[in-house]
């Protein structure tokens, strides 16, 4: 079973507050990645990193920022919430090394903006 | 990034095999074809993953031609619990460092 925590698991916030998710993993992996999805619908990259202090952004525009000071830990901050940052926020890890190269995803963070 | 095609949707009952077949015309001769699960309001987990011929673990098979244009996961004896959406995609880890693209996916629904 993967070692990859999110939380809050559901938060609920008013525009303008700042904001931060965390994401933690007890796996060692050097990479870590944010994904952001809809309801029904795919799942998109937000923001990747290779290691510490590598952060690059993904293949969809997002007005959230990261950060990766430690091996096992990339929060997500956004600044000032607005109503259309309400999604669901998938944070995954994986290793550079050999063998099957899969993504371990954490439980997710279901973000509303009011 | 090879872009890959799956039906939207599948419909099946208990103790039924169920075969996904994805479609990806353009895969390139470094990409590995993976599969994902994810549940509802789950993040996806990876099921199994290949580059050629025939791949089995204690989930799934991947059945991959020689072609590699296309795809197919195979569940055996499906349940209610397999009920969820699935992924394929195609990555490059040498030159993508692994970034996953998904697309739709399809969404199995498993009846009684």
């Known amino acids: 079973e993967a070692d990859i925590y999110q939380t809050p698991r559901y938060l609920v916030i008013g525009t303008g507050k700042k904001i931060t998710l965390e994401c933690s993993q007890t796996?060692?992996?050097?990479?870590m990645y944010w994904y952001q999805q809809d309801p029904g619908m795919e799942l998109h990259l937000i923001h990747y990193?290779?290691?510490?202090?590598?952060?690059e952004k993904g293949d969809l525009s997002s007005e959230s920022t990261v950060s990766r000071i430690r091996t096992e830990h990339f929060p997500l901050t956004l600044e000032s919430a607005r109503p259309s940052h309400t999604s669901q926020y998938l944070c995954?890890?994986?290793?550079?090394?050999?063998?099957?190269?899969?993504?371990?995803f954490g439980p997710g963070t279901r973000l509303t903006v009011t | 990034l090879a872009k890959t095609t799956q039906p939207i949707s599948m419909d099946s009952y208990e103790g039924q095999e169920v075969n996904i077949t994805c479609s990806h015309n353009?895969?390139?001769?470094?990409?590995?074809i993976t599969w994902y699960q994810q549940f509802p309001s789950q993040g996806p987990r990876f099921i199994i993953q290949?580059?050629?011929t025939k791949v089995t673990n204690e989930v799934a098979s991947l059945f991959i031609p020689a072609d590699r244009k296309s795809s197919t996961l195979s569940l055996p004896r499906v349940s209610l619990s397999d009920t969820a959406v699935y992924y394929c995609?195609?990555?490059?880890?040498?030159?993508?460092?692994?970034?996953?693209?998904f697309g739709q996916g399809t969404e199995l629904s498993v009846k009684p």
């Open positions: 290949g580059y050629k």
């Open positions: 990193s290779y290691g510490v202090n590598s952060t």
């Open positions: 995609l195609v990555i490059d880890w040498g030159n993508q460092g692994g970034k996953l693209i």
């Open positions: 796996m060692g992996h050097d990479k």
């Open positions: 353009n895969i390139a001769t470094n990409d590995y």
């Open positions: 995954a890890s994986s290793t550079s090394a050999g063998g099957a190269y899969e993504q371990y």
